[in-house]
């Protein structure tokens, strides 16, 4: 019988690593430090994988640095396995008993939405006028998207999909149910979208899958190729960008003419590239992006699917940033925030701006302003705005400061985060 292994958890909270505090690793959410301070407690490999759901080689390989920890759903079993409080990990923080049962329910409110959906497109006689209804409303959606609270946008469509659902209960003419699974597909996106913004990742992928399915079954390309762009931001935000790259190639795979989304798969493609320190081919996918967006044009629109130039300029300017290029990223984030401004719509682009150039401006060692622009990042947001997307991001950079330059600007700023994480919108 194995033996069960209890982790303190003062450990994370007193406990030092190689003469650091071991919180230090945790805001780095460096595994491998983490398996080796609880190896050098006593604590087995086999122990350590037993608890976070590993082999007890893959949990030896991590310590030993031969294998690297990204994907969020690991790092959430670390979080929960070892008993490290998720918040100090960058994962959200735990909730009161309440919280959580409303958290609970409305997840597996979600979850039977969306598989309800699921199955009503794999099995469905329609007025025209009902399917432009629900085509108006979903048009509706896209177009007040960026303007909208996630929390907002997840109720909003509800109604939308359940119409999709009952109508496609019966199979229909192949016509109407063409333009029934591109409703599906939109809304299912619209939904997978909010759900990453609230830091949701398993419910944001199961949405993607299912906004995937709507697609191929609409059987139209151009909608398959918007599917798979946008669910090329998941495993950028919260995951692995490797996965980022697969989508975006996956989408460009699909593209039989040049159009907004297939620039947005390439630009997200370039910024994926750069993160993981493929320089060169980063700035090859930067030319094919602006090469597919002129081809394509500029639509300037505010709806949620559109690629318009400030969101082209914003992927360049991360890809820059990555790459190392902080002067060409400054320049590109100047010219995507001035045309942000400009826009009559809100979004939440220009605070994911603003905290690429903290992350940049930490890298040069200016802590203070690092700190400075990323508390008026998550400032310019409104409380329902300022959600685990952006707030993730932030807790990078107070990540990325050394302990000892963490100033009276940088701890006010890890102070304003951690309030801003009590009272950030839970999906």
């Not at 949620?304 to 002067?327: I, K, N």
């Not at 997307?389 to 990540?399: E, G, H, M, N, T």
């Amino acid at each position: 019988m194995p033996v069960r292994v209890e982790v303190d958890p003062s450990w994370w909270v007193a406990g030092t690593w190689e003469g650091r505090p071991i919180r230090e690793f945790l805001e780095r959410r460096d595994v491998t430090a983490i398996f080796r301070f609880l190896h050098a407690r006593g604590v087995s490999y086999g122990a350590i994988g037993g608890l976070v759901g590993l082999s007890p080689n893959r949990a030896a390989e991590i310590a030993k640095n031969v294998r690297q920890v990204t994907a969020y759903e690991v790092l959430e079993r670390v979080a929960v396995g070892l008993r490290i409080p998720r918040a100090v990990m960058g994962l959200g923080c735990e909730t009161g008993p309440a919280t959580q049962t409303a958290t609970v329910e409305r997840s597996e409110g979600l979850a039977a939405l969306r598989m309800q959906l699921e199955e009503a497109l794999a099995a469905s006689t329609v007025t025209t006028r009902q399917l432009e209804m629900i085509e108006e409303a979903t048009h509706g959606h896209i177009c007040d998207y960026q303007s909208t609270a996630p929390l907002d946008v997840l109720q909003n469509i509800a109604a939308e999909c359940s119409d999709v659902v009952a109508l496609s209960r019966r199979r229909q003419p192949a016509a109407v149910q063409a333009r029934l699974s591109a409703a599906a597909a939109l809304l299912a996106t619209l939904s997978a979208d909010a759900l990453m913004r609230l830091g949701d990742a398993t419910q944001a992928r199961l949405w993607y899958r299912t906004a995937a399915i709507a697609s191929d079954d609409s059987g139209h390309s151009r909608l398959r190729v918007l599917v798979r762009a946008h669910a090329t931001m998941l495993p950028y935000y919260f995951g692995d960008p490797q996965q980022t790259i697969m989508l975006a190639e996956h989408a460009l795979e699909l593209s039989t003419t040049p159009c907004p989304v297939t620039a947005l798969a390439a630009a997200a493609r370039a910024r994926a590239l750069a993160r993981i320190g493929d320089i060169g081919q980063a700035r090859s996918a930067m030319r094919q992006a602006r090469h597919l967006f002129d081809l394509a044009g500029d639509s300037d629109s505010n709806a949620a699917f559109e690629f318009p130039a400030r969101r082209l300029l914003f992927y360049l300017s991360g890809t820059a940033a990555w790459a190392g290029d902080v002067t060409t990223a400054y320049q590109l984030q100047d010219e995507a925030l001035s045309l942000y401004q400009a826009s009559p719509s809100p979004s939440i682009d220009p605070a994911l701006i603003l905290i690429d150039r903290s992350m940049c401006l930490a890298r040069e060692h200016r802590t203070g302003e690092a700190a400075t622009v990323a508390r008026e990042a998550l400032a310019c947001l409104s409380e329902p705005q300022r959600t685990e997307i952006v707030l993730s991001r932030a807790r990078d950079i107070v990540a990325t400061i050394p302990a000892g330059q963490r100033d009276g600007t940088v701890t006010e700023l890890d102070d304003y985060l951690r309030e801003c994480t009590r009272r950030k919108p839970v999906p």
